[in-house]
């Protein structure tokens, strides 16, 4: 709500940010089930490239303060999102033996935890009621 609030739109417009990203991430992530792992360019570059533009996209937000800025970075973040996590994925599989993924996967799961942790926390534990 603040990124709409900060340009100046009604707070009920809210929603359309989310689902912008949400879309954008469905978009995203089916197009890389289609396409992505017949581009035969290495899982490094793939990473590279889809972190360039989510980077992009993070950077349009404050840069256009405006309905069209905002949604296209939000699209910008959400496509590259799932992609993004398909490539972690398959670069952990290929990197830990099949054996170990139980514990490889749990280990990436815990790392990133501490990240969402203080938005999660802001959620549940300091609503008004």
Do not use: H, K, N
Request: charged fraction near 15%; proline fraction near 9%.
């Amino acid at each position: 709500m603040p990124l709409v609030q900060r340009i100046g739109a009604d707070p009920a417009a809210s929603p359309a940010v989310p689902i912008a990203l949400c879309l954008a991430s469905v978009v995203g992530g089916a197009f890389y089930a289609w396409r992505g792992l017949a581009t035969r360019s290495a899982a490094r570059t793939r990473a590279v490239v889809l972190l360039g533009a989510f980077t992009a996209g993070a950077l349009t937000l404050p840069a256009a303060p405006t309905w069209p800025g905002l949604l296209a970075g939000t699209a910008l973040i959400g496509l590259a999102t799932a992609p993004l996590g398909a490539v972690a994925s398959t670069e952990l599989q290929r990197a830990v033996p099949a054996d170990r993924w139980a514990e490889g996967f749990s280990l990436v799961f815990v790392v990133q935890e501490p990240g969402s942790w203080p938005a999660r926390r802001r959620s549940v534990c300091c609503r008004r009621p």
